[in-house]
């Protein structure tokens, strides 16, 4: 997977519209064009990294900020009794999502996990 046919790379870049939760220098979050559940937002990190496999040491600060945060998203999209988190990652995960990718959703709807 490269930037180019990378769909959260034209969305960081503009290319493709999204709803955004958050922004700043090393993520972005936008909301789920088809949500599965009333709070249902996905994160993803400015810079193309193929799959959480191919993580190193040098992105455990925005790995480790991406989750930090999704909490305080989430209560401010009004998540207020649970939420989970779902990474995808290679192989027949990321046949929906390339990138590394952190899907917040609340309630007992179906993630795509
Ligand atoms: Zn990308």
């Given at each position: 997977m490269s930037t180019d046919n990378c769909i959260f790379c034209k969305i960081v870049l503009g290319e493709i519209p999204c709803r955004k939760v958050y922004e700043d220098d090393e993520l972005l979050a936008f909301h789920d064009i088809?949500?599965?559940?009333p709070v249902h937002f996905l994160v993803v990190t400015k810079e193309h990294i193929d799959?959480?496999?191919?993580?190193?040491?040098?992105?455990a600060g925005v790995m480790g900020r991406m989750m930090v945060m999704v909490h305080g998203l989430a209560a401010q999209q009004g998540s207020t009794d649970g939420f989970r988190i779902v990474c995808n990652t290679g192989g027949?995960?990321?046949?929906?999502?390339?990138?590394c990718t952190c899907m917040c959703s609340e309630g007992p709807g179906r993630c795509r996990a």
């Open positions: 088809h949500p599965v559940a799959s959480m496999a191919h993580l190193d040491t040098r992105h027949w995960a990321a046949r929906m999502f390339f990138t």
